[in-house]
Structure formats: C-alpha cells, structure tokens
C-alpha cells in the first residue's frame, strides 16, 4: 500500500471564489475519509464575520414600513444580511448608516454606504441594501458586527432596547464544498484514490486560506488525541492486557523520572531491521524507552531475537542513551 505522505495537492480549477484542489495519490478509501473529514470541518469550523443586529431608528419590530421606502423591515434585514464583511477584532464593532432622500430621484443605499471603520472591511461595497424614492425619506440605523464560527441564532435578548433587531448569523465564509474520488495509479499500484474537493466561499476568505485552516485544525486535533493514545501505552488501561514480565517493563518506565520528561522514541522511526522491529513490536515495546533498566539477559530473551538483532539492538540503545542495568 502506498504510504500516507506521498500524496501532493495541487489546484486544477479556479473561477470567482470557487477553487478546485486535487489531492492524491491516496491509498484506496482514504479519498473518502479525507474527504468527509475536510467538508465537515471546513461547512462547519472556520471562522468569519456576520451583522448580528441592527437598529433601525423607526422600525418598532420586523413588519414596520418606512415612508418613503419601497421595501419593509422584514425585506431590509434579509438584505443585510447579505452585506459580506471582515472585521479584524474579536470584540463586538457597531457601524452606522445614515441616508436621505432626494425629490425626483430614487436614491440607493449601498453597503458603500455603511460608516468607516479600520477594523471593518466590505467585501461587497456596491451591494443594494434598499432605495429611498421620495424626498422625505430617510434611512438611518446602526448594525453590529461580530466575529464567529458557524451558525447564530438571533439573540432575542437584544429586543430590550427599542429599535434593536436580532439578526440569525452564517459566520462561515465557506458556501459550499464538494468533493469526488477518482481513481489514479502509481507504478504498478492501480487501486489509488485522487480526491478532488471543490471549495467556494462568500469572498471574504480565499478557498486556499480555508482550506489550510480546516488542515491545520485536523492536525491539532490528532496531535492531541496522538498525544492521549501515547499515555495510554505506558497507564494501567494497556498494563492489564500485558503479561507479567511486560508490566515489570512499563513499571520501571513509569516510575524513571527521567523518561518522563523524554519524549517517546518509537520503534516504527528508527529504521531498524525488519525482524528486529517485529519482535519488539509484538512483544509491546513500541518505545524504545520501555527497554531502560532492563538486563542483556532480558532483552536477549525477547521472543523473536536472534543474534543479529541483539547486536543491533544494544547499537541502537547505545545511539540513544538508553541505560541497562
């Protein structure tokens, strides 16, 4: 089977915010898994900016109409919602509008319109949030923005004050992801899987930046889970299952001071002989440090050990400062 990290990734298509990447090759049914597992993580954990509430000075509740403007309530703050926007802080930012109209003319109010602000940024300034065809018309109000992942109710607590309108948020700037599997070879291995995974967002995140942090949140997760799996190598949940000798071994690892303040070094990334590898992998020691304080009796006793082996082993301790007794 072809190994884990051979595969490349490369981008096949692009048009407006929608990219295509192709990832491979991959060993056969990982496209899927890597897939699945990418899609899930970028629909649902990248982070972005939403309008969240929007006071609009004469609008009582959503069903309000306004003199002059052609569009009620209800319609204005599912247009503002489409206002795309970056805001580069994490505390809550609130932006003004203020528009009047003029007589004989219908005048547009755009997300242009909206107040400047260094922390704020309008991915979409000639959007039409409404129009005001008379005169006498006015449009004035406040909108809040935030910072999120995922998806926001409204915050029906903000009603206390007159005039605030809770706003549902999509904090994600990722639209939509999909992904195929086709098949690819390399050499005589012909059951590979290419994935290609189609990313498009709102605009306020290009496909390559979300992308790498739906990578980089894979990784700190199996970083740490890698991390929890690796205590419970050398904890009482996998001494049960060992026999006696093996658990002498993993008592004298837990209790050395000093190997708990090393990091493991494992068997399987030490380039060791194939033999050798499988009789310290089968008899449980995966870490070449479960062997420190052992005696060359002991060691030379582990099934599988040949001569051979035994010279190579007591090279590689050597190399990596492991003591016997």
């Known amino acids: ?85 970056i805001s580069k802080t994490l505390e809550p930012v609130t932006l003004k509008i203020d528009m009047k ?31 005001l065809n008379s005169g006498k018309a006015k449009f004035t109000a406040e909108i809040t923005v935030e910072r999120g992942s995922g998806y926001s109710l409204p915050k029906e607590e903000l009603r206390k004050e007159i005039s605030v309108l809770p706003l549902d948020a999509a904090f994600s700037p990722v639209r939509l992801v999909n992904y195929i599997i086709t098949s690819a070879r390399v050499g005589r291995e012909t059951d590979l899987d290419q994935l290609e995974i189609s990313i498009e967002t ?27 799996t690796t205590s419970l190598l050398v904890g009482d949940e996998v001494a049960i299952s060992l026999n006696e000798e093996q658990k002498k071994t993993m008592i004298k690892v837990n209790v050395s001071e000093e190997s708990d303040t090393k990091l493991p070094i494992k068997v399987v990334d030490l380039n060791l002989s194939t033999r050798l590898t499988n009789s310290l992998l089968k008899s449980g020691y995966d870490d070449l440090r479960k062997l420190e304080g052992m005696t060359e009796e002991e060691l030379s006793n582990i099934r599988g050990m040949g001569s051979k082996s035994f010279i190579e082993l007591l090279e590689i301790l050597k190399k990596h400062t492991i003591k016997l007794i």
């Open 101 to 131: 109209g003029k007589d004989g003319q219908v005048v547009e109010v755009k997300a242009s319109d909206i107040e400047k602000d260094s922390n704020i940024e309008i991915v979409n300034p000639e959007y039409v949030i409404t129009r």
């Open 1 to 85: 089977m072809i190994s884990l990290n051979e595969f490349g990734v490369k981008k096949v298509s692009e048009k407006n915010n929608a990219v295509t990447f192709s990832v491979g090759p991959l060993p056969k049914g990982y496209g899927h898994t890597l897939g699945n597992f990418l899609r899930r993580i970028l629909l649902t954990s990248i982070p972005g900016s939403a309008i969240t509430s929007v006071k609009i000075e004469g609008a009582q509740h959503e069903y309000s109409t306004m003199a002059g403007v052609p569009d009620d309530i209800l319609t204005i703050l599912l247009s503002i919602k489409n206002v795309i926007v």
């Open 202 to 228: 709102n605009g306020s995140l290009k496909a390559e930046e979300a992308l790498h942090i739906a990578t980089d949140t894979i990784n700190q997760m199996t970083t740490h889970l890698q991390s929890l």
